[in-house]
């Protein structure tokens, strides 16, 4: 199936999947919320072991997806792990821009090779809506360091990314794992942002696998939907199946992590999640709240 050159203005057409929205986070966002049985087609679910899954996405690896989102999900939102089955495995992150430019051992420079102010990422549509800015004050850099890969051969660790008031963009088609990634963009936004400020995280043109297998093999043939002709902003619910089995993907964990290194846990919650596609490339957006929201 083919699909039209768009990007969704994420300002009104969005459709809620799943259930269990908290009472304490009703505050709605610039989306308008749909029930999902008043969306074409039907939200029939269908079970993960008769779905034509990626090879990788087998039953077994969809509820450890659901159980490291859960794990993340608790970090967040309680600074004690006390009710928790595993501690929290993310610290605070006091990495600051100049001291990966800069390092005092070079061992551990990262080599800067784009930094200019550019407009919004078209992925995202009109940013109004999310009252984001519409000029050339999208801040964007590109970094890369040679490491050590797995398999033991040399390559470029490399991040892309841009960041505005209230939003960080994380361009996927990079090289670069949760933590370093994590770090690495909030270094970023507190070079021109108070971190108080940040509101979104956006992952675009999600290339990793594992993410992304999971979302158009699973996620979406759950509900009748296939990405690549869908023209709806889809939004996933915080506490439930499908909000935890995307934050326990590796481009969830990764947001995760950001929050955690940046903000008192406890303090912040990741309300929800937001799906799309553009140019039949898959989108995504974390929306950042207080936590009593």
């Not at 994590?182 to 696998?209: C, G, P, W």
């Not at 093999?217 to 869908?230: C, S």
């Not at 937001?274 to 957006?285: F, K, S």
Request: with cysteine; glycine share 8%.
């Amino acid at each position: 199936m083919t699909s039209t050159r768009r990007g969704l203005g994420l300002d009104g057409t969005a459709s809620v999947l799943g259930e269990g929205y908290p009472e304490d986070s009703g505050k709605q966002g610039p989306e308008k919320r749909v029930s999902c049985q008043d969306q074409p087609p039907e939200a029939e679910t269908t079970p993960a072991d008769v779905l034509d899954l990626h090879p990788a996405m087998t039953e077994e690896m969809i509820n450890i997806f659901r159980r490291k989102g859960r794990y993340y999900q608790t970090w967040i939102n309680y600074p004690e792990d006390s009710n928790c089955q595993r501690p929290c495995i993310v610290s605070p992150s006091t990495i600051k821009m100049e001291q990966l430019i800069h390092p005092s051992d070079e061992r551990y420079r990262w080599d800067e090779y784009c930094n200019e102010w550019v407009g919004a990422p078209e992925e995202i549509g009109d940013p109004g809506p999310l009252n984001l800015p519409v000029g050339l004050d999208y801040h964007k850099l590109h970094l890369r360091k040679l490491g050590v890969e797995k398999d033991g051969f040399v390559g470029w660790n490399k991040y892309h990314g841009r960041v505005a008031h209230t939003a960080i963009f994380a361009d996927n088609n990079v090289r670069l794992d949760g933590p370093q990634w994590s770090q690495i963009a909030q270094a970023h936004y507190e070079a021109f942002f108070d971190i108080e400020s940040l509101k979104y995280v956006f992952r675009m043109t999600v290339v990793n696998e594992d993410t992304h297998a999971f979302v158009v093999k699973v996620l979406y043939p759950r509900y009748g939907l296939e990405l690549a002709g869908d023209s709806q902003l889809r939004t996933w619910l915080y506490d439930t199946d499908d909000y935890q089995e995307i934050m326990g993907t590796p481009l969830g964990k990764a947001v995760g992590a950001l929050v955690l290194g940046a903000f008192p846990r406890g303090t912040r919650r990741i309300l929800q999640i937001h799906t799309w596609q553009y140019d039949g490339d898959l989108q995504m957006r974390f929306d950042i709240s207080d936590s009593l929201q």
